[in-house]
C-alpha cells in the first residue's frame, strides 16, 4: 500500500544520512515498483494507490500537462511518507515518554524546570507551558534540519542526489561531509555511532521496510493519542492514562503561539 501522506529520525532505515557514496545511477522508481513494494510491505492489503501517484495525469494541471513525471511524483511522496514516518516514530515515542511522566532533572530554560514542566499536564499542555523563544528553537533547528535534506549541495557533498532526480527517497545527508556546516561536528544526525555501516544490502532492504511499516503504524499512533486527549474513543489507548488535553492542537498554524 502507498500511505496516504499527510502532506515524513529513523530507528532502522536503509535510506538515511550515513555518509557513504551513493551510486550515482539510481534508478527512479516505477508503478511497477510500488506494486513490488507493496507486496513486501503487506501481501494481506496489497497495492492500494487512491490518488493515482504516478499513473498518467492523476496530477496535471489546468492545462492537462503536469509539471512533474510520474517518477518524479512517486519519489516526491515516498520520500514525504518515509519523512513523516520518522517524525511520527520519535513523536510517538516522546508522547508516551511525557505522558507518563518521565523528564529530565534539569532547567528547560531559566527557571522553568523540567519537574515543573511536566506538572502542567500532558504533552500538548507542555508545549503550551513552554516560552516562545524555546518553541522557536525548536521549530528553526526542525527547519534547518529539513533545509539540509533538500539541499543539492549537502546531498552532492555525500555523494547523493536529491530524490526527484535519480536520488534515494529518505536520505538524509551526512552533517560531517566537508562545507555543509560551517562549524566541525564530531556526529552524525543518522547513525551517529556508525552502527548501520556494516550491513548488508539485503539487511538495509529488509530493515527499511520494517521503518516504513513502523512509520505508517506510528503516524496511527501519535494521531490516536492526540485524539484519545481530546476525549475521544480510541480502543487500545483509552486505558493508557493518556492525559486530557484542553487546549488547541492546531493553534500553531492559526497564528497562536
Not at 64 to 93: N, P, Q
Not at 173 to 182: C, Q, T
Request: charged share 15%.
Amino acid at each position: 500500500m502507498l500511505a496516504l501522506p499527510s502532506m515524513s529520525l529513523s530507528f532502522t532505515g536503509a535510506f538515511s544520512g550515513a555518509p557513504t557514496v551513493q551510486r550515482a545511477d539510481v534508478r527512479m522508481e516505477s508503478v511497477a515498483d510500488l506494486k513490488v513494494l507493496a507486496k513486501q510491505l503487506n501481501p494481506a492489503v496489497g497495492y492500494w494507490n487512491p490518488l493515482k501517484i504516478g499513473e498518467g495525469d492523476a496530477f496535471a494541471e489546468s492545462n492537462g500537462v503536469s509539471a512533474y513525471t510520474d517518477e518524479e511524483l512517486i519519489a516526491w511522496f515516498r520520500h514525504a511518507e518515509i519523512k513523516h514516518g520518522r517524525v511520527a516514530m520519535a513523536a510517538f515515542v516522546g508522547f508516551t515518554v511525557q505522558s507518563i511522566g518521565v523528564y529530565f532533572p534539569w532547567n528547560m530554560a531559566g527557571d522553568l524546570s523540567c519537574a515543573a514542566l511536566n506538572a502542567v499536564g500532558g504533552p500538548g499542555a507542555q508545549w503550551d507551558a513552554l516560552p516562545t523563544a524555546g518553541k522557536a528553537q525548536i521549530i528553526t533547528f526542525v527547519g534547518l534540519l529539513e533545509l539540509l535534506s533538500e539541499s543539492s549541495y549537502a546531498l552532492e557533498k555525500s555523494g547523493a542526489k536529491h530524490y526527484m532526480k535519480g536520488g534515494k527517497p529518505g536520505f538524509f545527508p551526512s552533517l560531517k561531509a566537508e562545507g555543509v556546516i560551517p562549524h566541525p561536528i564530531p556526529l552524525d544526525f543518522f547513525d551517529p555511532f556508525g552502527f548501520q555501516k556494516k550491513l548488508t544490502e539485503e539487511q538495509k532492504s529488509t530493515k527499511l521496510l520494517a521503518e516504513i511499516n513502523n512509520g505508517r503504524l506510528a503516524m496511527i499512533g501519535i494521531f490516536g493519542c492526540i485524539s484519545a486527549s481530546k476525549g475521544l474513543i480510541v480502543p487500545g489507548l483509552d486505558s493508557m492514562g493518556i492525559a486530557p488535553y484542553s487546549g488547541e492542537y492546531m493553534a500553531p498554524f492559526e497564528g497562536a503561539w
